[in-house]
């Protein structure tokens, strides 16, 4: 109970506080009124770098400014363009071979020049120490003086080939005689690995991956781009490569020789290719100075500085530039004119269009919140159009008309598919009007809009599949691109460069209104609890599990629910009530009674009644029961605000009179309290509501006529509607008594086509008047008559056992 009083003054302020209508109005034009113009203060403040801007600031006029950053960034961005500029030396090579050979070509001489001193040497000293033969030991002596004499040549081999080398390799070097096949191996590692190239630094060079460098010969001076970097060879992998390149030329070579050739190989070595920093930074300050500034035309209305941003150099110089080319501050009075009228727009719609409409609601300002929540929504899209560079797909392209592609019909859509046409036709209008003052178009972007608008209501007034929404959107989309096309030729705009344009984007807006419209509807559905046709349709099919469960267990029941469906269904159509809302209501308006079956009579088997040993106030608390079960099974099942509510009111605060009677003959009529055999009510707050508590009313009353003739039939629907009238059970819906007069027409006309008589199958093979026989083989006797009592005579019927009875 505390719980209910809680939500009580939340239900009333949703209902019918008139604080909550004015606020949304204010929320809705304050909105509005930003979009259409955000400086609403005339900017007098000037700013510093850091500071946090308190307003919005806005261009008052077009002028130039130059932005140093993108200027600089431009810079930057032809610098880092500028590839780095590497040498190649092919020199390097040439000079390293000609030295070796030039080396070894020198001490070859002299070598061979030592050996003829040497041998003369011989000759002229015969008496030599003998060998172990007794010969001259001439070999000896004439090494131990050549290594010596060639020693003394060592220098000179350093210095033409401009290396250090130990005397234990210069002797290796002797001892093969200088061998011309030395220098040639030499040359031939060394070739290969300069030929790829080898640079002196190659983690710089690694760092130009990704633009890659630009190669030139020093020699030539023609140039290359070169992408593939990780080709060339640093120092250390040149050294390593030099064995890998001459194992297999030296292979079988005696392994001290090999070793110093490697070593040779190694140390001649010298990096080919190098980082020219001088011509690098030479083209990068050529780019850099050819770069020019980068000036922003900012347009009138153009978004300076942002309310709570901390203002930046750029922002500074925009915003100083603009004081200082204006004369005056323009102080946007019109604002404040925009604003109001579009309170009049509103406030107008309201009170003559809309009011009547919404008397009868339960929750009148929530449907305003969601009138303006879709408003609000829409403005904002709107807005953004407008900073959408171009404005291709939302705004406009130079010299046409606004808003060609912005889906402003799916406001209408959305609003059509809950509340009706003829709400989204005041809907549409004033979004129209706040549109086209956003996009400060003229009257052909507001025709354009409304058109657009009230077609789209049109078209999805009997939406009852989601496939609609979207055939809408693309007939939208038609219809927007023929207006697109008349208004650009009205305009005298139209030319084979806007026909694209005017083809493409307005379709393009159309279809994306009916997309939108199809996403948002189960979002509104589940924020606002509406219930569309579309979700109605889906819970109308009896095969829904909550209905198939009814059938099964509670058979009177679903069978009283589907006529009661059919009753309310055909007299909403005459009454300009929701058809499919009032039969979907009829059908759901009972489940409660799954939960104890069998103490309703309609689903009592044998003529055993449960309430015959309970007491009144107890069968009457199970009855009531049947309400607040109702509501509970139908919020499980997610059946919709709309169907619990009618679940809530199908019986208003109506009096059981049966068991109420039956407990005042059982005790003194005083001590028995009339509000403990009512239900609690509410009354029905709508039509479907209340053409649910009459068919649930006159379908059970005529389940007890004995003779249900058309005026027994007629008489007992003029008879409970009356009562039901009286009680006040009807103070509360929209119902009128030429409704009421409709409501019993179409009730009399289903109850009649429901209990209407058969005529009589004759079992005789004669019919009554005896001229014509009965010239059907079915009707015709295969066995003589059995004996039958003198009742079944008279009604002309034989005494058989009945079907489905044991």
């Known amino acids: 109970m505390i719980r209910e009083r809680k939500k009580e003054p939340i239900q009333n302020l949703l209902a019918t506080s008139a604080t909550v209508r ?8 304050l909105i509005f009124t930003i979009a259409l113009y955000p400086e609403l203060v005339v900017q007098k403040q000037r700013y510093q770098i850091g500071d946090v801007a308190k307003k919005d600031v806005k261009a008052s006029e077009d002028f130039f400014i130059e932005d140093k950053d ?40 002299q070598y061979e020049q030592e050996l003829e001193k040497s041998a003369n040497q011989m000759e002229i000293q015969p008496n030599s120490l003998p060998d172990e033969e007794g010969k001259p030991d001439l070999e000896n002596f004439q090494s131990v003086s050549l290594e010596k004499r060639m020693l003394e040549k060592k220098n000179l081999f350093e210095e033409r080939i401009g290396l250090s080398i130990s005397e234990g390799a210069f002797l290796i070097l002797m001892k093969n005689e200088f061998t011309t096949e030395i220098p040639r191996l030499i040359t031939n590692i060394i070739s290969q690995l300069l030929t790829t190239g080898v640079v002196a630094n190659k983690e710089i060079l690694l760092k130009e991956v990704d633009k ?22 640093g120092p250390d992998q040149a050294k390593a490569m030099v064995r890998v390149i001459g194992d297999p030329l030296l292979k079988g070579m005696d392994y001290a020789l090999l070793n110093l050739i490697v070593d040779l190989s190694q140390r001649l070595l010298r990096p080919n290719i190098t980082l020219n920093s001088h011509e690098t930074e030479a083209r990068r300050k050529i780019a850099d100075e050819s770069v020019k500034p980068v000036l922003y035309m900012i347009k009138k209305g153009e978004m300076l500085l942002r309310e709570g941003e901390r203002v930046t150099p750029l922002q500074l110089r ?20 925009a604003a109001a ?71 209408a859509m959305v609003v059509c598919l809950f509340k009706g046409q003829e709400i989204a036709l005041i809907f549409s209008l004033a979004l129209a009007v706040c549109a086209t003052m956003v996009l400060q178009g003229g009257l052909e972007t507001f025709i354009y809009f409304i058109i657009s608008c009230t077609m789209a209501s049109w078209w999805l007034q009997d939406c009852r599949e989601r496939k609609i929404i979207i055939k809408t959107g693309a007939k939208i989309g038609l219809l927007n691109t023929l207006l697109a096309t008349v208004i650009n030729i009205y305009l005298g705009n139209a030319s084979w460069g ?4 005017d083809l493409v984007v307005p379709f393009i807006g159309g279809v994306v209104a009916g997309i939108i419209t199809v996403g948002i509807a189960p979002v509104i559905e589940i924020l606002f609890r509406y219930t569309t046709d579309i979700t109605l349709l889906e819970l109308a099919n009896l095969d829904q599990p909550i209905l198939r469960k009814l059938m099964l267990e509670a058979p009177g029941t679903y069978h009283h629910s589907v006529v009661v469906g059919s009753l309310v269904e055909a007299a909403a159509a005459d009454i300009g009530a929701s058809p499919i809302l009032a039969k979907v209501c009829g059908y ?99 039509k479907e509501a209340a053409l649910v508590m009459l068919a649930d009313v006159v379908e059970a009353a005529s389940r007890t006529l004995s003779n249900p003739t058309p005026s027994r039939i007629q008489g007992m629907v003029h008879k409970l509607i009356n009562k039901v009238f009286s009680d006040g059970q009807l103070d509360h819906c929209e119902l009128t008594l030429k409704d009421l007069h409709h409501i019993a027409k179409s009730f009399n006309k289903i109850l009649n086509g429901i209990h209407h008589h058969r005529i009589e199958y004759l079992e005789n093979s004669n019919i009554v008047s005896g001229k014509t026989k009965n010239g059907s083989v079915d009707r015709k006797q295969t066995k003589s008559p059995q004996p039958a009592d003198e009742k079944d005579r008279e009604d002309g019927q034989t005494n058989i056992r009945r079907l489905g009875i044991s």
């Open 22 to 29: 004015w606020s949304l109005l204010f929320l809705i034009v």
């Open 70 to 109: 993108a200027t600089q960034n431009h810079r930057d961005q032809a610098i880092n363009d500028v590839r780095a500029v590497y040498d190649f030396n092919p020199r390097i090579l040439k000079n390293t071979t000609h030295r070796l050979n030039d080396a070894f070509a020198l001490v070859r001489t």
């Open 212 to 233: 890659g460098i630009t190669l030139r010969n020093v020699v030539t001076l023609t140039e290359a781009h070169v992408l593939s970097l990780k080709q060339f060879y």
């Open 318 to 337: 925009k915003i100083d530039a603009m004081v200082d080319q204006a004369q005056t501050h323009r102080v946007p009075l019109a604002s404040s004119a």
């Open 341 to 411: 009228l579009l309170t009049i727009i509103l406030v107008i719609q309201y009170r003559v269009r809309l009011v009547d409409k919404m008397k009868g609601s339960n929750f009148a300002n929530k449907d305003l919140l969601f009138f303006s929540c879709i408003m609000v929504a829409f403005i904002v899209l709107v807005k953004f159009s407008t900073t959408v560079p171009d404005g291709w797909f939302f705004g406009r392209p130079p010299s046409l008309p606004t808003g060609f592609g912005i889906p402003l019909a799916a406001g």
């Open 498 to 501: 806007t026909l694209p344009f």
């Open 588 to 686: 759901y308006h009972d489940i409660g009674k799954l939960k104890n079956p069998l103490y309703f009579i309609e689903n009592q088997l044998g003529g055993k009644n449960r309430h015959d040993k309970l007491a009144p106030s107890m069968s009457a608390l199970i009855l009531i029961a049947h309400v607040k079960n109702g509501v509970e099974i139908a919020r499980k099942n997610k059946l919709g605000q709309t169907i619990i509510d009618t679940i809530q009111q199908h019986h208003g605060s109506s009096l059981i009179s049966y068991f109420y009677e039956k407990a005042k003959t059982i005790k003194d009529e005083k001590s028995v309290n009339i509000d403990d055999f009512r239900y609690p009510g509410p009354l029905p707050q709508t």
